[in-house]
């Protein structure tokens, strides 16, 4: 058999990806339709093996930052697979890229990382940092100090532990998670939950309820927290103001780790390189992984705070490390990722100029008769459509407006993603002003033809 079959077709690409393929999906679903083919992509714009063009609103699933097409990280990759292909940094080894890219990491962040493990994705990262956070504990003789709290409504992955820190129930359901020792607060959810409050008396609540978790559980048994700074997946959920700093003094108060999860968050999606600056977090632990090679090729990364590695440090041997640790082909992709960034000063655009601009063409939506709220940071946004805007009240079932807009969205050309009936938008942080204009009118024609559909027009 060749090594890659010359086929043609959309539909025997269909049939295949539906015998053999697919994460995340309703199967049923999925079988009924067909699978879209994505065949290309250039700059903001994916192309589908009919020749459609669509405007993709989501940088694929939240990652690709510098855009589509960039030759420049396609050289890069091909002159360090001529030159180095794999090694790894096993054993008192290392190459280039990975050094120079530990360095530009440690620069990047927060000062008290000047620590860096790599993994191949966001879900082993966070693998890991359960790994690191029980070690730690055991070094300092305290190895009660087990169980890491997270939050309902987290993602930090797939994997058996992963999908522990993560509260969604859906996932947990699937394989009797979470594992013991994690458990889950509520989650800072203002709009859906916080009912009558001022955002920042609800910002407060939702902190305290770290403080009664761990009071229930006892100070002497909780290892860690961790928090996405904005959760994504769970429907681009912006705290109030009140509730990260308040998460911190609860933390520094318990001798508790901290850990932020930037899988999305970081490399500039909210116009900050990482949310933790502008929420003023001081983790112990950061987690980086899709826009760090704006999805190019895979490579998640963990900075690990001093406090943990001076004691992780010292205990010799850290028996953990993958075979794709640090390869050298991500990381001169990343390095080549960064540099982009940075000499298009994408991150400020979205700062000063996109994220600002995407508020304000956002805040138009607040008239349309399905929409209760808009809400962004820098280039990371969600619509939320209601059944009754007065009273906050969901349509029932929740989840099927959601999927009717997105469906429309894609006919009109557009990929957004819907969790409930959340309407999310995560572009790349090269859209311009004309870029956003040209969601915002695609995204009026679907909410119009969404609302006529469910009888809201
Ligand atoms: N942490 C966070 C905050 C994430 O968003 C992960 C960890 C796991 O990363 P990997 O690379 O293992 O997937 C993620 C991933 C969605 C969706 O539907 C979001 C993610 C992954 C798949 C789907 O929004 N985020």
Redesign the pocket.
């Known amino acids: 058999m060749s090594a890659q079959p010359a086929r043609n077709s959309t539909r025997e690409w269909q049939a295949l990806d539906r015998a053999h393929v697919h994460p995340?999906t309703d199967h049923a679903q999925l079988h009924k339709v067909g699978p879209r083919v994505i065949t290309k992509a250039e700059g903001t714009h994916l192309i589908d093996s009919e020749g459609v063009k669509l405007l993709d609103a989501f940088a694929g699933?939240?990652c690709v930052n510098v855009g589509y097409g960039r030759k420049s990280i396609a050289e890069v990759a091909y002159k360090q697979l001529l030159e180095l292909p794999y090694y790894n940094t096993f054993f008192k080894t290392t190459h280039p890229p990975v050094a120079e890219l530990s360095r530009i990491l440690i620069d990047m962040t927060p000062k008290q990382f000047n620590h860096v493990f790599y993994g191949q994705?966001?879900?082993?990262a966070?693998d890991t940092i359960v790994r690191m956070v029980r070690s730690y504990w055991n070094l300092k003789k305290q190895p009660k100090k087990k169980t890491i709290i997270a939050r309902t409504n987290g993602?930090?992955?797939?994997t058996m532990v992963?999908a522990s820190l993560g509260g969604m129930s859906y996932m947990h359901e699937l394989a009797d998670l979470p594992l013991p020792g994690f458990v889950h607060i509520r989650q800072p959810y203002w709009y859906g939950e916080g009912g009558d409050m001022t955002p920042d008396a609800f910002g407060k609540l939702c902190a305290q309820a770290l403080e009664d978790k761990i009071q229930e559980l006892g100070p002497e048994n909780i290892a860690a927290f961790i928090g996405?700074p904005i959760q994504?997946?769970g429907g681009v959920i912006i705290p109030p103001q009140t509730y990260w700093p308040e998460i911190q003094k609860i933390c520094k108060k318990h001798d508790i780790l901290l850990i932020a999860?930037e899988?999305?968050c970081g490399f500039g999606r909210t116009g900050h390189w990482f949310a933790s600056e502008y929420y003023g977090i001081e983790a112990d632990f950061m987690?980086l992984?899709?826009g760090i090679t704006s999805g190019y090729i895979p490579l998640?990364a963990i900075m690990v705070g001093d406090r943990v590695a001076d004691v992780l440090g010292a205990m010799g041997d850290f028996a953990h490390g993958f075979t794709y640790s640090g390869h050298p082909v991500a990381c001169a992709v990343a390095i080549e990722n960064i540099r982009i960034m940075n000499d298009e000063k994408l991150v400020d655009r979205v700062k000063n100029e996109t994220g600002p601009y995407l508020a304000k063409r956002m805040q138009e939506f607040l008239d349309h008769p399905l929409v209760g709220e808009v809400r962004n940071l820098g280039l990371m946004g969600a619509i939320e459509l209601v059944k009754d805007k007065k009273t906050r009240k969901t349509f029932d079932p929740v989840g099927d407006t959601g999927t009717i807009c997105r469906d429309h969205c894609f006919k009109l050309g557009l990929v957004m993603?819907a969790t409930r009936d959340t309407m999310l938008i995560s572009p790349p942080l090269t859209w311009t002003k004309a870029d956003i204009d040209e969601w915002a009118g695609l995204t009026k024609q679907a909410l119009d033809l969404t609302a006529k559909e469910v009888g809201k027009a």
């Open positions: 995340f699933l939240w994705s966001g879900s082993d966070n993602y930090h992955g797939s992963a996405e994504g997946a999860d899988v999305i987690t992984a899709k998640s993603r």
